[in-house]
Each structure stands twice: as structure tokens, then as C-alpha cells.
T-cell receptor
């Protein structure tokens, strides 16, 4: 079975400071890892993904994430937060050995960036 | 990029009625579609997986007779909430996997309110 954990319900950051949103995963096969952002009453917007290759993945809006196999983590980072980054962030995992396999989401982390 | 649409975006209905939500992949064919539900400030919970031309696979705890899923073509899946009750009020999000590149795309969601 696969699972995702986001240990923080909420992360508060001052504008201009670096931000980190944590994610750890568990999957039996090769992990395909994703980050999505959701604004109020909207669907999910894709930020970035790790399938294979370089452990540091760069995505939309200046976000990046680092795949760490030994720690089974895929933390989302941004060097300098913006107030407009305030939203709900979801980490997700899919078993890469299973074509068309289901995407399982973490519980979400609410990011609040204050001016 | 690939687009997934949902219709309607919002629906309000009376208790006991049935509501149909459509999910369409607009510019790609989807081998597999997923239906999720999301309660306020919570994660996306997978309800069911549907493959074109076959019966949907429901997650544990999801009533298949209450949440009818029809994946009639490679671009359309429908979710019908039968005999809706206030506890069915939620945000329903569909997702589709592209037949050509196995990428997963999300619809904008449908807000269902049952009075």
C-alpha cells in the first residue's frame, strides 16, 4: 500500500523568507512524487514532479523539491516566499511500477505568507 | 497543456434527489479517470477508479450504488450521486490519465450542496 504524510497542518512564513513544506512517502514500487497547490474553491494546480533522474526538481512559480530516497522524503521549497503563495499544498505519490495506478494524497499543508 | 473540465461547477439540490456530474478530457483521450471528494480544508479522498468500457473500482467504504460512475467514452466520465443527503455535500474532483503520455490531469472541481 502507498501513503503520504505531511506532518504540518500549517506553515507560517514571512514574505521574502525561505519556505519548506514537508512530505514523506511510502510506496512498494518506484515512487512517482508530485506537488500540487490549491486555492480556495478551486481545483488542483500541478507544481512539479519527480519520476527519475536528478533528485532536485524545479517546478512552477519558483518552487523546487528534493527527492531523498534514504529518508523517503520529498520536501517542497522556495527560496523567497510571496504573499500570493498562500494556499493549500498537497504532496502525492503514485506507484511507478503500476501503469495508470492511483495517486494518493497527503492531508495537505496550509501555507500562510505574511507581508 | 491538457485540460479536464467538469460540469456543473456548482450545484445545489434538495435531499433525496440525484445529481450528475460530468468530467471531460477536452484535448486528449483518457484511459483511466478517477473521482475524488474533498471536505473543507481536508485532503482529496479517492472514491473510485474508472476505465473506459468497464465497471468502476470503488475504494473501501464508498457505496457503489450511491455513487454511480459511468465511463462511457475515452473523453467522458460521469458521477451520479443518487438520493443525495446533506452529508454528501462536498467538493468533487475528477482526474484523467492521458492515453498518450500517462500524465494525470485534474478538473476544476464541482461544489455539491445538498439542502
Amino acid at each position: 500500500a502507498q501513503s503520504v504524510a505531511q506532518p504540518e497542518d500549517q506553515v507560517n512564513v514571512a514574505e521574502g523568507n525561505p519556505l519548506t513544506v514537508k512530505c514523506t512517502y511510502s510506496v512498494s514500487g518506484n515512487p512517482y512524487l508530485f506537488w500540487y497547490v490549491q486555492y480556495p474553491n478551486r481545483g488542483l494546480q500541478f507544481l512539479l514532479k519527480y519520476i527519475t533522474g536528478d533528485n532536485l526538481v524545479k517546478g512552477s512559480y519558483g518552487f523546487e523539491a528534493e527527492f531523498n530516497k534514504s529518508q523517503t522524503s520529498f520536501h517542497l521549497k522556495k527560496p523567497s516566499a510571496l504573499v500570493s503563495d498562500s494556499a493549500l499544498y498537497f504532496c502525492a505519490v503514485r506507484d511507478g511500477n503500476n501503469q495508470g495506478g492511483k495517486l494518493i494524497f497527503g492531508q495537505g499543508t496550509e501555507l500562510s505568507v505574511k507581508p | 497543456g491538457a485540460v479536464v473540465s467538469q460540469h456543473p461547477s456548482r450545484v445545489i439540490c434538495k435531499s433525496g434527489t440525484s445529481v450528475k456530474i460530468e468530467c471531460r478530457s477536452l484535448d486528449f483521450q483518457a484511459t483511466t479517470m478517477f473521482w475524488y471528494r474533498q471536505f473543507p480544508k481536508q485532503s482529496l479522498m479517492l472514491m473510485a477508479t474508472s476505465n473506459e468500457g468497464s465497471k468502476a473500482t470503488y475504494e473501501q467504504g464508498v457505496e457503489k450504488d450511491k455513487f454511480l460512475i459511468n465511463h462511457a467514452s475515452l473523453t467522458l466520465s460521469t458521477l451520479t450521486v443518487t438520493s443525495a443527503h446533506p452529508e454528501d455535500s462536498s467538493f468533487y474532483i475528477c482526474s484523467a490519465i492521458s492515453r498518450t503520455n500517462n500524465e494525470q490531469f485534474f478538473g476544476p472541481g464541482t461544489r455539491l450542496t445538498v439542502l
